[in-house]
Nanobody, 124 residues
């Protein structure tokens, strides 16, 4: 069992930055792919970015060049650095842990564990 706790969300103006953190419980963090998803009001949860156990990453086109995912296995933590934020980035952001990679890691069913989410609001 893995428990995930996100933090770092908040209100920011367009063009600003935020860094989200997700701390995982357990001793097997380094063996999981870690993903970030987001869900805006009235919309389905969508893939944002993911990082493999070896550090490779995949990002959605909508965030490429603006968002960066990283992980610190010694701290059981994955980060999402968000720069040049836009109002359309407003959503609840969730981190997730799974043992799959590739195409499977681009969708929610590819993950076994989820955090409770953290709200990100970008004002125009």
């Amino acid at each position: 069992q893995v428990q995930l706790v996100e933090s770092g969300g908040g209100l920011v103006q367009a063009g600003g930055s935020l860094r989200l953190s997700c701390v995982a419980s357990g001793r097997t963090f380094s063996s999981y792919a870690m993903g970030w998803f987001r869900q805006a009001p009235g919309k389905e949860r969508e893939f944002v970015t993911t990082i493999s156990w070896s550090g490779g990453s995949i990002s959605a086109d909508s965030v490429k060049g603006r968002f960066t995912i990283s992980r610190d296995n010694a701290k059981n933590t994955v980060y999402l650095q968000m720069n040049s934020l836009k109002p359309e980035d407003t959503a609840v952001y969730y981190c997730a842990a799974g043992r799959s990679w590739g195409v499977v890691a681009l969708s929610a069913p590819g993950y076994d564990y989820w955090g409770q989410g953290t709200q990100v609001t970008v004002s125009s």
